[in-house]
C-alpha cells in the first residue's frame, strides 16, 4: 500500500481520526470477504481497489484536478452521470455506508434521521473522507425530505447545486426532469468551463450505458442455478461501480464476466446445492455496508439479487443511443432516469412489479425487505410491498437495521429462522 | 436413545429430554451462557443422561444457542418453538411467545412455519419490561399479576421501557395506588404484545408460550387487546426445549 498520508493532510483530512477508520476496514473487509471460499480471481480488482479505498482513486481525482478538471459528487442515481462526463469532469458517488460516520452526522441532524444521511454529513463535517474533500461541487436531489435538509447545512461548507426531482412520473414530471437536467448541463457548464456538445454527450451515454451492460451481464449470470459469484461480492462491485473510473470499471467487469461465464459451462458454483436463494430488497447498501450480506451467506442463504440503488435500479434501463441533438438526448436521459422505481415517488405500484418479476428471473426462494432505520418512504413502502409478495406467494422476511453492529445477533436469528422456514 | 432440547434464553435457560429417560428443568441463564450450559450437562449427568454419549442427540436454541458446545444441531428459537407449539396446539395454530428479550409471533400451518414476527431490538413488550416494573414495585412478577387483577388500568403511554419506568416513578411520585400502577403496567405489555399480533393474520388456535404462558390473568387481557381467546399453555415455558427435543429425535431418522 502507497503512503497517502501527505494526499490526505493536503485535503485537510483529520488525520487522526482517519487512521482509526483506516485501522478497522481492513479486519471487517478480511472478515466478510477473504473468509469466502473458491471466488472469482476477476475479484482481486475489486480487492485492491477496496483495500486502497482512499488512496488509488483520490488520487488519480486530485490528478484529473490538477490538470483543471472537476469532480461532482453525487448522493443518488437520479441524478444523470452522463452530464457530469460529458463536460470532461469527473462523478463520484458520496453515499456514507459507514457507523463511523455517524455520530458526525449527529452531530447536526436529528437522531432520527436515517444512517445514509448522518454518515454522508459526519464524513464530510468530520473531514475523514477524501472523496467528500475532493468533490469541487455536490449535487444533492430532493428524494426525501431528510436530503432536503442536509443539503442546507453541507451547502454552507461546499457549492452544492440541487436537482428538483419530481415525486409523480405523469407526462409533465418527465418533461420537468428534463428541464432539471438541462438547467444541471448548465450549471456543470459553467463550472467547467466546457460546452457539452451533442458529439460529447453521445461518447458520455455509450460510456456510462456501457458500465449498465456490464453490470447486466454480472446480474444475468447470478440467474444461473449453480451461483458463479457470491451476493457479497456483487455488492462490492455493485457499490465500486458508483465511484471508480466508468471505462476500467466496465473493463473489469466485463473481463470478471469473462471468468464468470466459463464457470458456468463448468458447473462451478460458489454455493451447495439446494442453498435457499435470497432477493434483497429496499434500501440501498452503501460502502461498506454488507452486514445482511454477510448474515444471510453465513446462515445457510446465497444472495442472488439486490432490487436496491446498489443494485437493479442502478443499471436496468438504458439511455437512447441514437439521438443526436442535445434537446433529444436529455429527452432520452429523462426517459431513461424516470424508469427508476424509487419510494419517493407516488404511486410506485411499478417497483412491486420489478420486484415480483426479479424474483421469477432470479428464481428467489425467499425476499427479505430491508429497511434503513428511519427512511420513511420505504418503511411505509413496505406494507404494500409485502402485502404483493405474500399474494403471490413469496417468503417474505422484514427487516428494519442500521449501521450498527448492535443487533446483528438478532438479525441472524430472523434471517436463520427464515431460512430454516424455506428449508422445510 | 436420548433426545435433548436445550433452550437457553436470556432470562431462563430450558431443558427437556425425551425417550429413554423423560425429564424436564428451567434455571435462571446468569450472567454466562457457558456456565450454565456447564451446569446443564452436569444436571443431566445427575439423571443418567450424557450428553457426550453416541446414543444422545442435543438440540441447542435460544439466543445463547452458539454457547452449547456439544449440541449436534443448532436450531433458531422461531423453528424449535414452532415444533413444540405445534406439540401443544396441533399443526394449524398461532404461538405468541413472550420471552425475556423478544416476543415472536409464529404462525404454523400443516404443521410448518409460514410466518413469524419479532419484536425490534428494544425491550417493550417483552418479559424483560414487566421484570423491571416489578422490581420498581417491589413485588414478584406473581404479585405484579395479583395486584393488577384488582386494580384500574393506569395509562402508560410510553412504548420505551425507561420511559415507561419514569412514568411509574411519577405514578409512584403522585401517591397512586400500587394495584393500578400494576394494571397499567400489564396493561401495556399486552397492547404491545397484540399490536405486534395483530400485524400478522392470527388462525387456528392461539397459544401463549415463554415465561408468562401459564398467567390466566395475562392471557385474559391478552386476549381482549387481540379480540380472539389465547389460550394460556401449562408447560409453555417449556415449549422452545419441547421444540428442540422432538426435532432431535426427528433429525436422527
Known sequence: MADYRKMWEELGMDLETHDQLCAVLPQAFGDVYLSQENRPEGMDYYNMVVADIHGIRPAELIEHQKKGGKVFGTFCVYVPDEIVFAAGAIATGLCGGSQFWVPGGEKVLPTNTCPLIKASVGARLDRTCPFFRIADMYVGETTCDGKKKAWEILGEDVPIHIMDLPQMKRAKDIKAWAEEIEAFKKVVEDFTGNEITAEKLAGSIKLINGKRRALERLYELRKNENLPISGCDALLISQIAFYDDPGRFTQMTNALCEELEQRVKDGVSVVPAGTKRILLTGTPLAIPNWKLHNIVETSGGAVVCEEMCTGTRYFEHLVDESKTEVTDQINALADRYMNINCACFTPNARRIDDILRLAKEYKADGIIDVNLKFCNLYDTEGYLVERALKEAGIPVLGIETDYTDSDAQQLRTRVSAFIEMLNN | MDYVGIDIGSTASKVVARGKKELEFVLPTGWSSKETTHTIKEKLKENDIDVLSEDTRVVATGYGR?????????ITEITCHARGGREMAGDHCSIIDVGGQDTKVILVENGMVQDFLMNDKCSAGTG?????MANRLGVTLQELFDMADTGTVLPISSLC?????????????EGRKREDI?????????????QLSQKKSLAGRIILTGGLSNSQYFTRILSEKIGREVEPTERGRYAGALGAALLAEEKSR
Do not use: C, H, Q
Open chain 2, 128 to 132: 424483560k419490561f414487566l421484570e423491571i
Open chain 2, 66 to 74: 452458539v454457547a452449547v458446545d456439544f449440541a449436534d444441531y443448532v
Open chain 2, 161 to 173: 421501557t425507561v420511559f415507561a419506568e419514569s412514568e411509574v416513578i411519577n405514578y409512584i411520585g
Open chain 2, 182 to 194: 400494576a394494571a397499567g403496567v400489564v396493561d401495556s405489555v399486552a397492547a404491545k404484545v397484540a
